[in-house]
């Protein structure tokens, strides 16, 4: 896991926890609070209900009373129910019409004290219809609430009905009045827009059980006086429902707000993190890439830094630890050269020791010779100057090798494909055939010829004799241009062969003074190379595997187009 | 109060308050001069307008103006053919038929001056009065009027049912009936409103004010309506106690009855009791008007020269439970309650529909019976009955009529056949 994506995590979680946390505690107390504020509500409803159904009871018998005072006194209905004259029948049967408009009834019935409708309100025309179940029902209710399912003429009506009852002259006769109960009464009951109320009638379940939540219930009286019903008392119930919209709601608007909430700051954090990972990312990977480019070869990277934070610190630090590490190279170097210095010179001491002993051996029998037989003097020396030749040719060789170790550059502008032709030209070995591939475009290096030169032979030399095991391989010198990290113009050469190639062991002694695996080798070649590249201000790396042959490629600062030689 | 000349142009809902220019008034404009040839000896007198039919025979008067007062909605689109009392009272003042019927069927000259048959009675030919007018005042022709029927989808259908073979005018006031079957009497068809034009000129052209929907009839006669026709008990006794005004019976013009479509049941022992018995008891206690028991003859019974009805057939569906009435015949819905009341079944109860949708139900005879208030005289009862549909059994259930209310001065009102006022007119019937 990435440093970034760790930083988004933590951001995330320490974000997060926390804003889950609040949001399910607020929730949670609203809703417990708000469903303790329903279920006072919906007590205080059904009470009101209850009350308002007492109520609606009274006002439907004070309206009855009313009646029954009042027809007492009429001396129509009294004719009318004494006399078969048709105008006073006619006033008789519409009395129950026009007492229940005036009394907003939406049930009336005068009956007989045998039971038999002489005047409906709501029926006009069923009069003569018998139907003495109902006065008793409501006389044994006793005050009760009860609901009457009577039949009109196109249909029927559930009222809330009451009773009362006069007398004229002999007879008793009943009015059962009543007001629709399933919209008219139902309607006004329930005064919370959230509740609402029903009729539920004997057998019938409850119609809509979906999303209303049943709260409470009342019990009451019912009976069906519709044509073919049993005409018995059963228990209806008036149910009270609530509409749990608002709770509901609410719940939803503080999750939508919620959500949108946790939206944002996930989104502010997750940016956050992104910014913050890549303001700490980012120098980091910088860091990371120049130390990765650093290199005994390569200690000029770059750690300044203006930041004042812990990446500037670690920068300045890596900075300090890369100085550190030049002065050590530079020491190290150093040493090297003294080191180097001191075996060749014990070398060029062993060596001109090698080259005199013959001389002095010469020297000191001519010196004999000379003393005891100075005519044999000649002799002698003509028989020992073939020694003292070869130790002369001997040490002369050996100063040739050694003046190479240091030899004298003078730069100027060079073309490197012309030096590779030069020595792809000059150097025909029977091993095999080196080969060219040139870059037409390859710019100009500042360089001294011979020493570019001197490079290029030793290093086809030594990939020829690579080949000296391995017949039928090549040889082949590349040229290419390049820019690395948008900085200056590089040009590669690259030396490749097929040949033996080294082990490992073999590439870490390749570049020291003198280490040889080839017989006759001086062991300077690679090393003189590698102290040439470097003195050009280029650098020199080895690719090789045994048996399958080496690669080595030496990059060198290209010059610019308008650059001069010095 | 000005002469108007304003047309109905829309509906009048509710109640109106209709101005009429009495023609035969002393308004300083009399009729039209009469370029008629007179009637010949041969053709038909006019018989005296009957005592019964007479309102009011015209008392002394100089007034050129009355006023009439109108209880239900009126749609001028309608005419001339109406579908309630009150279109029946306002267009018949505005349209005239050729011939016109009074209340006891005697025959009167409309469009038509006079009338003569051929020697076979299948050619009558009608001689049209010359102050009669078309619409936009011009001067009805024979060949104007022919070819208005053509184009009347209802007027042809009168005359089709009504025996009528084809219709052919001879000169600018001469037209020529002809039946498929000879008739000593001039066609009754020939008063029919399907065949009526607009009349001008000579006769009256009323005007209407409409006055507020929540006015009652009562608040009308309050403000000076001179005629009214009601059968509300409680306006006629108001009526009656008011000595400025006359209440006056109109003939018995409606029979209303319950007809069972083929297949209905559950009614049987509603229509077991047809007898006068019931049908009295009915008036008496079902209807919220001057109503009586039906009284044969009922025209529906035999009717000569109509084609016979297709044999009854069961239809596709049964019927359902309603008794169906017209919800704006408040008697209609009286008698259907009454009847589902008598019949305390299950799922039986009533329904008001809309003219338009009881036709259609009774078309297919939907329902388990229809309430319906039919003409106590048609003057075509062929299309009465091809409305009904076929197999269907009448139960007659109680006959209706409206009180006229008129003011004591007013000038000659008279009723004709189908229950209507005519107000004005000449009254040389009537002195005949």
Not at chain 1, 330 to 336: D, I, P, Q, V
């Amino acid at each position: 896991m990435s440093f970034r994506t760790r930083l988004f995590v933590a951001f995330s979680v320490a974000v997060l926890i926390p804003l889950g946390v609040l949001g399910f505690g607020v929730r949670r107390e609203m809703e417990r609070r708000l469903t303790g504020q329903y279920q006072r509500r919906v007590s205080v409803a059904i009470q009101a209900v209850q009350e308002d159904l007492a109520g609606e009871g009274e006002s439907i018998s004070g309206r009855l009373a009313a009646l029954a005072a009042e027809l007492e006194q009429d001396n129509r209905f009294r004719l009318a129910t004494t006399r078969t004259d048709a105008a006073d029948r006619r006033y008789l049967l519409d009395y129950a019409g026009g007492a229940m408009r005036l009394t907003g009834l939406s049930l009336l019935q005068v009956q007989d004290s045998s039971g038999r409708i002489i005047s409906s309100g709501h029926f006009r025309n069923e009069y003569d219809r018998m139907e003495p179940t109902l006065p008793h029902l409501l006389e044994t209710a006793s005050g009760s609430p009860v609901l009457v399912r009577a039949r009109t003429a196109e249909g029927s009506l559930v009222a809330l009905a009451r009773i009362d009852s006069l007398r004229v002259g002999s007879a008793r006769f009943i009015i059962v009045g009543g007001v629709e109960a399933e919209h008219r009464l139902l309607g006004h009951l329930v005064r919370d827009p959230e509740l609402s109320a029903s009729l539920l009638y004997p057998g019938q379940i409850s119609r809509d059980t979906s999303s209303r939540k049943t709260v409470g219930a009342l019990p009451l009286l019912y009976l069906d006086l519709m044509p073919g019903a049993v005409s018995r008392a059963d228990t209806a119930r008036l149910v009270l429902t609530q509409w749990p919209g608002t709770l509901v709601s609410l719940r939803r608007s503080i999750d939508a707000w919620f959500l949108i909430a946790l939206a944002v700051t996930v989104g502010l954090a997750l940016l956050g993190a992104g910014w913050l990972a890549a303001r700490i990312s980012r120098p980091l990977l910088q860091l990371s890439s120049k130390t990765a480019a650093i290199d005994l070869d390569r200690l000029d990277q770059d750690f300044s830094s203006e930041r004042d934070d812990e990446i500037g610190a670690l920068s300045r630090l890596l900075g300090a630890m890369m100085e550190r590490l030049r002065l050590g190279t530079a020491r190290l170097r150093e040493a090297e050269r003294r080191v180097a210095m001191g075996d060749l010179a014990r070398q060029v001491n062993h060596d001109v020791k090698n080259g005199l002993v013959p001389i002095r051996n010469v020297l000191r029998h001519l010196a004999r010779e000379a003393e005891q037989g100075p005519q044999s003097l000649a002799a002698v020396f003509a028989e020992r100057r073939a020694t003292l030749d070869s130790s002369v040719e001997y040490l002369e060789t050996l100063a040739r090798n050694y003046a190479r170790l240091s030899p004298a550059t003078s730069r100027e502008r060079c073309d490197v494909n012309a030096v590779v032709g030069e020595v792809a030209q000059a150097i025909h070995s029977s091993v095999a055939p080196v080969r060219t591939a040139l870059d037409p475009s390859l710019p100009h290096v500042l360089s001294d010829r011979l020493v570019l030169r001197r490079i290029l032979e030793n290093l086809v030399g030594n990939a020829l004799d690579s080949l000296a095991a391995r017949p039928g391989g090549g040889v082949v010198v590349s040229t290419e241009a390049f820019i690395q990290d948008g900085a200056q113009a590089q040009v590669r050469v690259i030396v490749a062969d097929t040949g033996a190639g080294m082990s490992r062991a073999e590439l870490d002694r390749a570049f020291e003074d003198f280490y040889t695996t080839k017989e006759g080798g001086t062991g300077l070649g690679l090393s003189i190379v590698r102290r040439l590249v470097l003195d050009l201000g280029g650098i020199l790396r080895v690719d090789t595997e045994p048996g399958a042959g080496t690669r080595v490629t030496i990059e060198l600062p290209a010059m610019s187009n308008g650059a001069a030689a010095p | 109060m000005p002469r108007s000349t304003k047309r109905l142009s829309g509906p009048a809902a509710g109640l109106g308050l209709l101005l009429l220019a009495v023609g035969s008034g002393g308004c300083g404009h009399g009729p039209a001069p009469n370029t008629a040839p007179p009637p010949s000896s041969s053709e038909t007198p006019e018989p005296p307008e009957p005592s019964s039919c007479v309102v009011t025979r015209g008392a002394s008067s100089d007034r050129d103006t009355i006023s009439i007062a109108l209880a239900e909605p009126v749609d001028s689109a309608h005419a001339p053919i109406p579908e309630n009392d009150a279109e029946r009272l306002l267009f018949r003042q505005g349209y005239s038929s050729p011939i016109r019927l009074d209340c006891e069927g005697g025959v009167h000259p409309g469009l038509a001056s006079s009338w003569t048959p051929d020697s076979s009675g299948r050619a009558w030919t009608l001689v049209l009065g010359t102050d009669s007018s078309a619409l936009a005042g011009e001067s009805l022709t024979a060949e104007r009027l022919a070819a208005e029927w053509r184009s009347r989808e209802a007027a042809a259908s009168a005359l089709q049912w009504a025996g009528v073979e084809s219709v052919v005018p001879l000169d600018q006031h001469r037209l020529v009936v002809t039946l498929s079957q000879p008739q000593e009497r001039v066609p009754e068809v020939l008063a029919d409103p399907a065949l009526a034009m607009p009349v001008g000129g000579g006769q009256a052209r009323p005007s209407l004010v409409t006055v507020s929907k929540s006015s009652d009839l009562r608040d009308a006669l309050d403000h000076g309506a001179d005629v009214v026709q009601s059968g509300d008990p409680a306006l006629v006794e108001y009526a009656k106690s008011r000595a400025d005004r006359l209440t006056v019976p109109l003939p018995w013009n409606k029979t209303y009855v319950l007809l069972l479509p083929a297949g209905s049941n559950g009614l049987d022992s509603i229509v077991g009791t047809d007898s006068a018995g019931f049908r009295s008891e009915l008036a008496r206690d079902a209807v919220h008007g001057d109503a009586r028991g039906a009284e044969p003859p009922f025209w529906w019974v035999n009717p000569s020269g109509c084609p016979r009805s297709a044999p009854a057939s069961v239809p596709a569906a049964q019927p359902s439970g309603a008794v169906v009435y017209s919800r704006d015949d408040r008697i209609a819905r009286d008698l259907a309650e009454r009847i589902v009341a008598l019949a305390a079944l299950p799922g039986i109860t009533s329904r008001g529909l809309s003219p338009a949708d009881l036709l259609g139900s009774l078309q297919v005879g939907r329902e388990r019976g229809y309430i319906l208030a039919l003409p106590r005289w048609p003057v075509v009862p062929c299309r009465e009955l091809a409305a009904w549909p076929p197999g269907v059994r009448v139960v007659p259930l109680v006959d209706t009529r409206l009180t006229a209310i008129v003011t004591r001065d007013l000038p000659r009102v008279t009723v004709d056949w189908d229950g209507a006022l005519r107000v004005g007119g000449d009254p040389k019937g009537d002195r005949r």
